[in-house]
T-cell receptor, first 114, second 110 residues
Framework: AAGVIQSPRHLIKEKRETATLKCYPI?????VYWYQQGPGQDPQFLIS???????DKGSIPDRFSAQQFSDYHSELNMSSLELGDSALYFCASSLLSGLGNTIYFGEGSWLTVV | SQQGEEDPQALSIQEGENATMNCSYK?????LQWYRQNSGRGLVHLILIRSNEREKHSGRLRVTLDTSKKSSSLLITASRAADTASYFCATSYNNNDMRFGAGTRLTVKP
């Protein structure tokens, strides 16, 4: 079965540069989530989108922005990168329905800021 | 963590033993999910329990939910070395977000 696809899987950027991560949700899923997981840390919720509209916002820095496109894929844009942005970035998707919706995660994109 | 705490933070057991991990959360929830993560890899969904459910089983997994105490437990029976991983609970209130606990690092020794 198709899973959540993230690209690139690994990315190295210098401080103050910009990075863009892409996420392709499971087909027919209408909700996309972004998470950041620092080394040895638990995943931190950044932002989510439902039907291409931002639905919730977590610990996302002002330097970061995200959007969901008409084909439901999403992109996380990170500007003025800092060393502390080095982390594993997860995208997840779900079909928003009823009381509970299983959220499926991609393998993540490793961002290293040097 | 964004939502609550898990205990223990680390657990080491022998193969064949049972492993119990607990998760506490702070706000009202719609559902709670458990995930496992091998080092540096993606999160794998294990089981979802809704706020109106008290217990759920899936294979060697048993999850309980006590909304009055705002806590959940994950029991892995007859553990195997391949169960070695980090286990996270995650809670959702409005279905638009999900907050993770700090995770339990489980080591199963062969």
């Amino acid at each position: 079965a198709a899973g959540v696809i993230q690209s690139p899987r690994h990315l190295i950027k210098e401080k103050r540069e910009t990075a863009t991560l892409k996420c392709y949700p499971i087909p027919r899923h209408d909700t996309v989530y972004w998470y950041q997981q620092g080394p040895g840390q638990d995943p931190q919720f950044l932002i989510s989108f439902y039907e291409k509209m931002q639905s919730d916002k977590g610990s996302i820095p002002d330097r970061f922005s995200a959007q969901q496109f008409s084909d439901y894929h999403s992109e996380l844009n990170m500007s003025s990168l800092e060393l502390g942005d080095s982390a594993l970035y997860f995208c997840a998707s779900s079909l928003l329905s009823g009381l509970g919706n299983t959220i499926y995660f991609g393998e993540g994109s490793w961002l290293t800021v040097v | 963590s964004q939502q609550g705490e898990e205990d223990p933070q680390a657990l080491s057991i022998q193969e064949g033993e049972n492993a119990t991990m607990n998760c506490s959360y702070k706000t009202s929830i719609n559902n709670l999910q458990w995930y496992r993560q091998n080092s540096g890899r993606g999160l794998v969904h294990l089981i979802l329990i809704r706020s109106n459910e008290r217990e759920k089983h899936s294979g060697r997994l048993r999850v309980t939910l006590d909304t009055s105490k705002k806590s959940s437990s994950l029991l892995i029976t007859a553990s195997r070395a391949a169960d070695t991983a980090s286990y996270f609970c995650a809670t959702s209130y409005n279905n638009n977000d999900m907050r993770f606990g700090a995770g339990t690092r489980l080591t199963v020794k062969p």
